[in-house]
Nanobody
């Protein structure tokens, strides 16, 4: 079992930055591929970025490319999402997700691929 707790959300002005953190409990974090998703009111949950269990492979949705980075620190059981140049359309609840996998470099793209979810952290970007 893995429990995920996100933090770092908040209110920021357009053009600002936030770093989200997701701390995982349990001993299998290093065997998990990780993902950050977001869900805005009235919209479906969408993938923001994903990271393989080895950290060697990453994926960013088009809206995140060039602005967001994803990283992990296995010693701290933590995955990060650094978000720069935030815009009002980035306003959403951001969720951390984990999938235990045998594959070091595999990326997972859909919510159904992930076994474990955090409770979410609100990000609000004002114009």
């Amino acid at each position: 079992q893995v429990q995920l707790v996100e933090s770092g959300g908040g209110l920021v002005q357009a053009g600002g930055s936030l770093r989200l953190s997701c701390v995982a409990s349990g001993s299998i974090f290093s065997r998990c591929a990780m993902g950050w998703f977001r869900q805005a009111p009235g919209k479906e949950r969408e993938l923001v970025a994903a990271l393989s269990r080895s950290g060697s492979s990453t994926y960013f949705s088009d809206f995140a490319k060039g602005r967001f980075t994803i990283s992990r620190d296995n010693a701290k059981n933590t995955v990060y999402l650094q978000m720069n140049s935030l815009q009002p359309e980035d306003t959403a609840v951001y969720y951390c997700a984990a999938d235990s996998t045998f594959y070091n470099s595999r990326i997972y793209y859909t919510a159904d691929d992930y076994d474990y979810w955090g409770q979410g952290t609100q990000v609000t970007v004002s114009s």
